[in-house]
């Protein structure tokens, strides 16, 4: 009877041991994969930009000097003033009408000189600040310049010369981060020895006012394509060379596939993707493709 126990003791363990390892199977099949989110391939267009320091510059500066010696009897305006053409900025008095004020003879508006405005604009320079002081024939009262002629000047390297023509559209970014468009409006002739740049001329396309020599930063087209397959900038991997890149495509609901693509223009956040077999609306891993190999399995979480 002892032998009989011992011998039927050693298929019980293993009876066990089977029975343990066949439930333990179907628990490990169904353990869930790498916890993924994804998105599809776009197609579209991207450029890749050149950035360019420049300056704001007004092209046209009226200067306003005193048609006569005299006085400053009157000013109307003050520094940063809007003006119209023809509207009294200064008030000169003549010197014989300064002499007979003095000796206590009263000439009223005789001898007093009104100089206007020559254009419209802003008063940039204001030369003459108090009455009562001397201005000689011709001498500088103001400045205007006219904010309608208001231009950034860029210095573009020659190895850019290619990309200038008159009309071609750029943006322009202020320090504040604010955006607007503008124009190449004239390249001019010539080149400077030193550092070899040609001095171009944008024409901002904004109503702001804009005060002159404020640094901006100008960025011209350099390359565009068109109806490119385009991702997010997170969903390209690559090696620690950086020679080869990829793509985690799904291939259904949780089974990822590693797709390698060459990578074209790339911006800040959307890369251009190039491969034979990547189509439109393809979904993709948008994030925790990291470490993934291929064929790995994946459960999309939204």
Known sequence: MKK????????FVLLWLTSCHEQASPQKEQAPGTSVKVTTI????????ISLNGKTIYLKKNAIVS??????FKINIKFGDIVQKNDVLFEIQTKENKALENAGLNTGNNGIIKVLASSGGAISELTMTETGGYVVEGGALCSIVEN???????????EYNTLMKVGAGCKILLTDNTRFDGSIFKILPEINEADQTQKVLIKPNTNRQLPENLNLTVQLI????????????????????????WVMKMSNDSLAVKVP?????????????????????????AEGAYGLPDSAVVKIIK
């Open 67 to 72: 048609p006569i010696a005299g006085y400053v």
């Open 42 to 49: 776009e197609q579209g267009d991207i450029e890749s930009n």
């Open 4 to 11: 009989i126990t011992l011998l039927l003791f050693p298929i």
């Open 261 to 285: 693509v060459n990578k074209g223009i790339e911006n800040d956040s959307i890369v251009e993707v190039i491969s034979s077999v990547l189509n439109k609306n393809d979904i993709i891993i």
């Open 148 to 158: 309608k002629d208001l231009m950034v000047q860029v210095n573009v390297p020659f």
């Open 222 to 245: 350099n390359v565009r394509h068109s109806k490119s397959f385009l991702v997010n900038k997170e969903a390209v991997m690559t090696n620690e060379t950086q020679s080869e890149f």
